[in-house]
């Protein structure tokens, strides 16, 4: 069992950066692959990025590519996406998830992923 609370989100301007954070409670956080998901009004949970246990490797959905990065700091059980040029497309509540996965890469689908966060709010404005 594993417990994540976000934390960071906020209102900011379209092309403003803003970084989100994720807590994680327990002391395994290293053995799993940690995602990043976004959900808007009326629409599906979305993937975002994800990246493995060791923090080696990431990954990201197009649509954020070149202007998002995940990083973690295992030691603080913490993991972070740095979201830069934003647009007011980009606003959405932020998940972050817990996949505990004999694959050495991380997936896409949220169905995949063992443990979720409460969510952050992200509103950028035009």
């Known amino acids: 069992q594993v417990q994540l609370v976000e934390s960071g989100g906020g209102l900011v301007q379209a092309g403003d950066s803003l970084r989100v954070s994720c807590a994680a409670s327990?002391?395994?956080?290293?053995?799993?692959?940690m995602g990043w998901f976004r959900q808007a009004p009326g629409k599906e949970r979305e993937f975002v990025g994800a990246i493995t246990r060791s923090g080696g490797t990431s990954y990201y959905a197009d649509s954020v590519k070149g202007r998002f990065t995940i990083s973690r700091d295992n030691a603080k059980n913490t993991v972070y996406l740095l979201m830069n040029s934003l647009k007011p497309e980009d606003t959405a509540i932020y998940y972050c998830?817990?996949?505990?996965?004999?694959?050495?890469?991380?997936?896409?689908?949220?169905?995949?992923?063992?443990?979720w966060g409460q969510g952050t709010q992200v509103t950028v404005s035009s």
């Open positions: 327990g002391r395994t956080f290293s053995r799993y692959h």
């Open positions: 998830a817990a996949d505990y996965n004999i694959a050495p890469v991380p997936g896409s689908d949220p169905k995949k992923y063992d443990y």
